[in-house]
């Protein structure tokens, strides 16, 4: 699933991009939370890019704990 989101996101296709990396971040993959995170926030979906770094810094990911750092929120 995540790469073939990366796949679509090297395509242009961000949309096609979104539905992948969600379906595996539903599924648990912290790693796609980040990125998706990332994604969201690079639309200008700042809300929806703090909800998918949360739920990858709450499972102790990094990248999305010093993502949500940069947005001013210390994760607990």
Do not use: K
């Not at 679509?8 to 379906?23: I, N, P, T, V, Y």
């Not at 990094?62 to 949500?68: K, R, T």
Request: hydrophobic residues 45%; aromatic residues 10%.
């Amino acid at each position: 699933m995540f790469n073939l989101g990366v796949l679509l996101h090297e395509e242009g296709d961000a949309e096609g991009c979104r539905a992948w990396w969600s379906r595996a971040a539903d599924a648990g993959n912290t790693d796609v939370m980040a990125y998706l995170g990332l994604l969201l926030h690079e639309e200008g979906d700042t809300e929806g890019a703090r909800a998918w770094w949360t739920s990858a810094a709450d499972d102790g990911h990094a990248d999305a704990q010093a993502a949500l750092f940069a947005l001013g929120i210390v994760p607990e």
